[in-house]
């Protein structure tokens, strides 16, 4: 059994829609519902559906509409305890609470797929309108949660029409101002997100006397004072590559991490080389390498942020902040990430970026399994 909340309200038992009754009594069992599995005392039911000020009736209609929930809710009980009633089903049955759940996990797409529309629509009083509004501001957070995915897994040209529409709607939700600046900057549109800011900002000034909050003014900071540095660290291509089109045709098709393994000698960095030269111009931002050998990948994190144009003393003294800034760097950036003679996983982890956008290609003697099960790398095993 499935119940609904979060557009009209209803009951479905293996997709078959269940008679609940009325809207009152619908708003009885909405009650229950949203306090699943807690005890709601029969005073605050009473409130929560007739309001304030019930009719001397009313008590005595609420027993009568649990008595026909129990019978149309066959198989879930409600069960009269301490003054009140419990409602004991799973909630995980119940779209609200799924919801929520979803987005505690950090899982915002797939909770919103369940708003089918206005929560609680049809049902009226001030408990069901203070729910609504609690929720719609929910449901906004999980939406721009959702939009903060799709800008980190690149899809910053997708979402320039779409978020330009929705700012027009809210022009004064800084939180959206700054996810339309990340998508211009990501789509190539740099002037664009400068003119936003701008405009953003003399619009907080008139009508509400405010700057830009923290947030804004530090992405506006990053695009007037950053370099704008891509740079260009391959080493040259091997003059003398030959073969190996099978191998250059799994690069080509690999995601956006793929490992080259092999012993030593197979060729594994000549054949990175080979196929980094050949698609440089597909990573416009740059390219960055670096021979692991026995490095600490947080020196490695730290030459990659001198690399993107961070003075020494604008990097943060925590590895954890370091790796933070690196990601942050590359997350409105399309570069190729060379990792040559891997020791293991854990010194590579560090060096992912945060997006698909960015390539990464990784030679080890090892088969780097952490990497292919953990985070999806492509192997070309030579």
């Given at each position: ?158 979402l320039v029409a779409e978020l330009t529409a929705r700012t ?215």
């Amino acid at each position: 059994m499935k119940f609904h909340l979060l557009g009209t309200p209803e009951v479905r038992r293996d997709g078959e829609l269940v008679d609940v009754g009325h809207a009152r009594q619908l708003s009885v069992l909405a009650v229950l519902l949203v306090d699943v599995h807690q005890v709601v005392g029969v005073d605050k039911l009473l409130s929560r559906v007739w309001g304030d000020a019930p009719p001397r009736q009313a008590k005595a209609a609420l027993y009568s509409y649990v008595s026909r929930l129990r019978t149309a809710l066959d198989g879930i009980p409600i069960v009269r305890r301490s003054g009140g009633y419990v409602l004991e089903a799973d909630p995980a049955s119940i779209d609200l609470h799924h919801f929520r759940s979803l987005v505690a996990l950090g899982r915002p797409d797939e909770a919103m797929a369940l708003v089918r529309g206005e929560p609680f629509e049809g049902l009226h009083g001030a408990w069901f309108d203070g729910l609504r509004e609690t929720l719609a501001g929910e449901i906004t957070a999980a939406e721009l949660d959702h939009i903060d995915a799709r800008l980190a897994a690149g899809e910053h040209l997708s979402l320039v029409a779409e978020l330009t529409a929705r700012t027009s709607e809210r022009p004064l939700d800084e939180r959206l101002a700054g996810q339309l600046m990340r998508a211009l900057i990501g789509a190539g549109q740099r002037a664009d997100a400068l003119a936003y800011y701008s405009g953003l900002r003399d619009r907080l000034a008139d009508e509400l006397g405010l700057d830009p909050g923290p947030a804004l003014r530090d992405l506006h900071a990053s695009l007037v004072q950053r370099p704008q540095w891509s740079p260009r660290q391959l080493p040259p291509a091997p003059t003398d590559f030959a073969g190996m089109a099978a191998e250059l045709a799994a690069l080509d098709l690999a995601g956006p991490i793929v490992t080259i393994t092999g012993p030593a000698g197979s060729g594994k960095t000549r054949l990175a080389l080979h196929w980094a030269h050949e698609h440089a111009a597909d990573y416009p931002d740059g390219q960055l390498f670096v021979a692991l050998d026995d490095s600490d990948p947080a020196d490695v994190v730290r030459g990659f942020i001198t690399a993107l144009g961070t003075s020494p003393d604008g990097i943060p003294p925590e590895p954890h902040a370091q790796t933070a800034l690196y990601r942050t760097l590359l997350a409105d950036r399309r570069m190729l990430i060379v990792l040559d003679n891997a020791a293991d996983t854990a010194q590579v982890v560090p060096l992912l970026p945060g997006t698909p956008r960015c390539r990464v290609v990784v030679t080890s003697r090892e088969r780097l399994p952490g990497l292919v099960t953990a985070h999806g790398a492509r192997p070309v095993v030579l």
